[in-house]
């Protein structure tokens, strides 16, 4: 199969392996029914493309709703889930590109801390960032799929720093919630506006109450995501694209490029029936890579967002945090994304137009098995994912 990003310019000869974690899957049993569309290189081609497009593959389809945002950049394997075409499917995250997909689309996904699944064999953006995660209808499958993938890899050392095994299903149980505590945004007091803006989100907080959990209003302190902040994060980015995208295309072979450069005049020839832009893409060839600024920018952000999230989960006493629904978990998100922390997305209902709502959790470094015991305690308590009706 073709490992191309979505890119036609890196259609051509298949990579010459399957990924680690593929190899492990394949080990264990399971089926590789074959791979779905994303968003062209991640999101990180041009900022006019619609979440979930690529020229190999064109647009991604929301089952729930045909014209519904399906977010990305693992759309397609999110999608897929959703209409049922597979129980299990891997996405990659760099900055939510799991955990977005799957709320949109209505499913479970988790993006592991970053080190516990191998990164070996996936195209990659950052590695800083990058994780494969797990997209599932539910959270015990998701746990299944991480028990087969998460194992130390000689090739990525990142995978060195797990701490130990374990068997992530180990604590899904009935009463997963009772005694845990979990801090949610404070803005949804009880009495508060936001609770009548968010009613999905409010009865989350219900029946996480209802379940045995101790909720705590907390805020996350740190970035507010400013104009300047958002600058740093996108220099951060351009500078990962020209820092690994380069090495990754000269390793492969028999493909139309082997360049970032002729990568770029490919795309030019060939922009496609949509002429979509690539400025990300040509942005980010273009700027002169300095090492030091990179460290500079990527340290700077990792450390002042486990900074951020240690303390909140330490002052609070908490076993995981909530994101804030709207917008999309962006503060709380963010600063998983940068400490390289867990998150998992789980259904919490539909909306008045009838698209999937959820739930974010996140916690410390690590805390993949509490994480998914709080999400799974929530999912059976909720019931409240619905299969789309294809419309």
Same mark, same amino acid.
């Given at each position: 199969?073709?490992?191309?990003?979505?890119?036609?310019?890196?259609?051509?000869?298949?990579?010459?392996?399957?990924?680690?974690?593929?190899?492990?899957?394949?080990?264990?049993?399971?089926?590789?029914?074959?791979?779905?569309?994303?968003?062209?290189?991640?999101?990180?081609?041009?900022?006019?493309?619609?979440?979930?497009?690529?020229?190999?593959?064109?647009?991604?389809? %929301?089952? *729930?709703?045909?014209?519904?945002?399906?977010?990305?950049?693992?759309?397609?394997?999110?999608?897929?889930?959703?209409?049922?075409?597979?129980?299990?499917?891997?996405?990659?995250?760099?900055?939510?590109?799991?955990?977005?997909?799957?709320?949109?689309?209505?499913?479970?996904?988790?993006?592991?801390?970053?080190?516990?699944? !191998? @990164?070996?064999?996936?195209?990659?953006?950052?590695?800083?960032?990058?994780?494969?995660? =797990?997209?599932?209808?539910?959270?015990?499958?998701?746990?299944?799929?991480?028990?087969?993938?998460?194992?130390?890899?000689?090739?990525?050392?990142?995978?060195?720093? /797990?701490?130990?095994?374990?068997?992530?299903?180990?604590?899904?149980?009935?009463?997963?919630?009772?005694?845990?505590?979990?801090?949610?945004?404070?803005?949804?007091? =009880?009495?508060? #506006?936001?609770?009548?803006? *968010?009613? &999905?989100?409010?009865?989350?907080? $219900?029946?996480?109450?209802?379940?045995?959990?101790?909720? /705590?209003?907390?805020?996350?302190?740190?970035?507010?995501?400013? $104009?300047?902040?958002?600058?740093?994060?996108?220099?951060?980015?351009?500078?990962?694209?020209?820092?690994?995208?380069?090495?990754? +295309?000269?390793? @492969? !072979?028999?493909?139309?490029?082997?360049?970032? &450069? #002729?990568?770029?005049?490919?795309?030019?020839?060939? =922009?496609?029936?949509?002429?979509?832009?690539?400025? +990300?893409?040509?942005?980010? %060839?273009?700027?002169?890579?300095? #090492?030091?600024?990179?460290?500079?920018?990527?340290?700077?952000?990792?450390? #002042?967002?486990? !900074?951020?999230? $240690?303390?909140?989960?330490?002052?609070?006493? +908490?076993?995981?945090?909530?994101?804030?629904? *709207?917008?999309?978990?962006?503060?709380?998100?963010?600063?998983?994304?940068?400490?390289?922390?867990?998150?998992?997305? /789980? =259904?919490?209902?539909?909306?008045?137009?009838?698209?999937?709502?959820? /739930?974010?959790?996140?916690?410390?470094?690590? !805390?993949?098995?509490?994480?998914?015991?709080?999400? *799974?305690?929530?999912?059976?308590?909720? %019931?409240?994912?619905?299969?789309?009706?294809?419309?």
């Amino acid at each position: 199969m073709q490992t191309a990003a979505g890119s036609l310019a890196m259609v051509g000869a298949a990579a010459a392996d399957d990924a680690f974690i593929v190899q492990k899957l394949r080990e264990q049993g399971a089926i590789i029914l074959g791979k779905t569309n994303m968003s062209e290189w991640a999101n990180f081609r041009g900022d006019e493309l619609p979440y979930g497009w690529s020229g190999r593959g064109g647009l991604t389809r %929301n089952p *729930h709703a045909l014209d519904g945002d399906v977010c990305g950049s693992s759309s397609g394997s999110a999608a897929a889930i959703a209409a049922g075409y597979a129980p299990l499917a891997l996405g990659t995250d760099t900055f939510g590109s799991v955990i977005c997909p799957a709320s949109k689309n209505g499913v479970v996904g988790l993006k592991p801390s970053v080190g516990l699944l !191998s @990164r070996t064999g996936i195209i990659p953006a950052s590695r800083e960032l990058d994780s494969a995660g =797990p997209i599932t209808r539910t959270v015990r499958d998701a746990a299944l799929l991480l028990n087969a993938m998460a194992l130390l890899d000689p090739r990525d050392p990142a995978t060195a720093q /797990v701490p130990a095994s374990k068997d992530y299903t180990q604590k899904l149980t009935a009463d997963a919630l009772q005694g845990k505590v979990i801090g949610y945004p404070s803005r949804f007091k =009880p009495g508060s #506006e936001a609770l009548n803006e *968010h009613p &999905q989100f409010a009865q989350a907080l $219900d029946t996480l109450r209802r379940a045995g959990a101790q909720l /705590v209003p907390v805020d996350l302190k740190g970035t507010d995501w400013s $104009d300047n902040d958002w600058s740093r994060v996108s220099r951060m980015f351009d500078m990962t694209i020209k820092r690994v995208l380069p090495a990754y +295309l000269a390793s @492969r !072979s028999g493909l139309k490029v082997s360049t970032f &450069q #002729e990568l770029v005049d490919y795309n030019e020839k060939n =922009p496609g029936a949509e002429k979509y832009n690539q400025d +990300l893409l040509k942005r980010a %060839n273009a700027l002169v890579f300095d #090492e030091t600024e990179y460290l500079k920018l990527s340290d700077g952000l990792r450390d #002042e967002a486990r !900074s951020n999230v $240690d303390k909140l989960l330490a002052d609070n006493g +908490l076993d995981a945090a909530l994101g804030d629904p *709207h917008p999309f978990a962006v503060l709380e998100l963010g600063s998983a994304t940068f400490a390289g922390y867990p998150g998992i997305t /789980v =259904p919490s209902g539909m909306d008045v137009d009838g698209m999937p709502t959820s /739930v974010y959790f996140y916690g410390a470094r690590w !805390s993949e098995d509490e994480l998914l015991a709080i999400a *799974h305690g929530y999912e059976q308590a909720s %019931n409240a994912r619905q299969d789309p009706d294809f419309e």
